[in-house]
């Protein structure tokens, strides 16, 4: 198998599945609830709907898209010092962010 079927089954291993874990193993009362809004933060990626193109596969989305930017990242840690769904929304886009580097950034292009 390729590279790219690699890349791609990562991908969308730590975009669907791997949130599910930490939702479950991390907040098992609640983690249908949890999954789902990890789920929500994926909506981070419609920045990418202002980009020309819209889909690049040689452009990292990190530094690129405004929601992905730098300061973006720092607001989504500073969520983590909160309570309640605001840190789980800050996990959700830590976890986005880290999925979306390595993509880029540990794989062949």
């Excluded at 975009?15 to 929500?40: Q, T």
């Excluded at 690129?64 to 959700?92: D, E, P, Q, T």
Aim: with cysteine; charged share 15%.
């Amino acid at each position: 198998m390729d590279c790219f079927f690699w890349k791609t089954l990562t991908h969308y291993f730590l975009h669907l599945i791997f949130p599910g874990i930490i939702a479950f193993v991390f907040y098992r009362e609640n983690w249908k609830k949890v999954y789902l809004i990890f789920l929500a933060t994926m909506l981070v990626d419609l920045d990418h709907l202002f980009a020309d193109p819209i889909f690049d596969p040689n452009r990292g989305s990190i530094g690129f898209h405004f929601l992905h930017s730098y300061y973006a990242i720092a607001v989504y840690f500073l969520m983590l010092f909160f309570k309640g769904n605001i840190r789980i929304i800050g996990i959700g886009l830590l976890l986005h962010m880290l999925t979306d580097f390595q993509d880029f950034h540990c794989w062949c292009h």
